[in-house]
T-cell receptor
Framework: KAGVTQTPRYLIKTRGQQVTLSCSPI?????VSWYQQTPGQGLQFLFE???????NKGNFPGRFSGRQFSNSRSEMNVSTLELGDSALYLC?????????????FGPGTRLTVT | QKEVEQNSGPLSVPEGAIASLNCTYS??????FFWYRQYSGKSPELIMS????GDKEDGRFTAQLNKASQYVSLLIRDSQPSDSATYLC???????????????FGQGTILTVHP
């Protein structure tokens, strides 16, 4: 079974720009969660989507948003990029609901904001 | 107090020894507990999940959970140099199926297994 995939793997953007990251979950998984990982803050939860609905949200500003499509693929958008948004963005998928909470991570997107 | 705290590292053990990694959490309602391994430059990899008090063994790994003490640990027996990585403890913050999608992570413990 194919794992979680994320595109692009690397991205360089300029302050003020916006960016969209994509995540394809493991087949059959309905939940997609997004995390930001930085050396200073570690792994922090951004939000989770389940059946096209945002089910949980972390403590990030409104510049961070996401959505999920009917095939469970998810996108995350960051608008008006700041230098501090430079990080590894990880998505993780799980069956969700009764199917089990184990989350499996994709390889991540390394975002650099200059 | 941080929601999830791990024992400060780095932790260095000789090959063949037992490595012990510890984690405490603040939310008494937490239901699901996970250990992830993250190699440098890679994404986290799930190695253990535990939901009930007691021990859960999988190969060389044993996870231990004590909800009364709000404590979860990971033991790695017969440690190998390939076990050298950062180990992350993760917790779902409270009871209920709708919370499963949110994991709160500890800062991680760097483990080095030297030959």
């Amino acid at each position: 079974k194919a794992g979680v995939t994320q595109t692009p793997r690397y991205l360089i953007k300029t302050r003020g720009q916006q960016v969209t990251l994509s995540c394809s979950p493991i087949s059959g998984h309905r939940s997609v969660s997004w995390y930001q990982q930085t050396p200073g803050q570690g792994l922090q939860f951004l939000f989770e989507y389940f059946s096209e609905t945002q089910r949980n949200k972390g403590n990030f500003p409104g510049r961070f948003s996401g959505r999920q499509f009917s095939n469970s693929r998810s996108e995350m958008n960051v608008s008006t990029l700041e230098l501090g948004d430079s990080a590894l963005y990880l998505c993780a998928s799980s069956r969700g609901g009764e199917g089990g909470p184990e989350q499996y991570f994709g390889p991540g997107t390394r975002l650099t904001v200059t | 107090q941080k929601e999830v705290e791990q024992n400060s590292g780095p932790l260095s053990v000789p090959e063949g020894a037992i490595a012990s990694l510890n984690c405490t959490y603040s939310d008494r309602g937490s239901q699901s507990f996970f250990w992830y391994r993250q190699y440098s430059g890679k994404s986290p990899e799930l190695i253990m999940s535990i939901y009930s008090n007691g021990d859960k063994e999988d190969g060389r790994f044993t996870a231990q959970l004590n909800k009364a003490s709000q404590y979860v640990s990971l033991l790695i027996r017969d440690s190998q140099p390939s076990d050298s990585a950062t180990y992350l403890c993760a917790v779902t913050p409270n009871a209920g199926g709708t919370s499963y999608g949110k994991l709160t992570f500890g800062q991680g413990t760097i483990l080095t297994v030297h030959p």
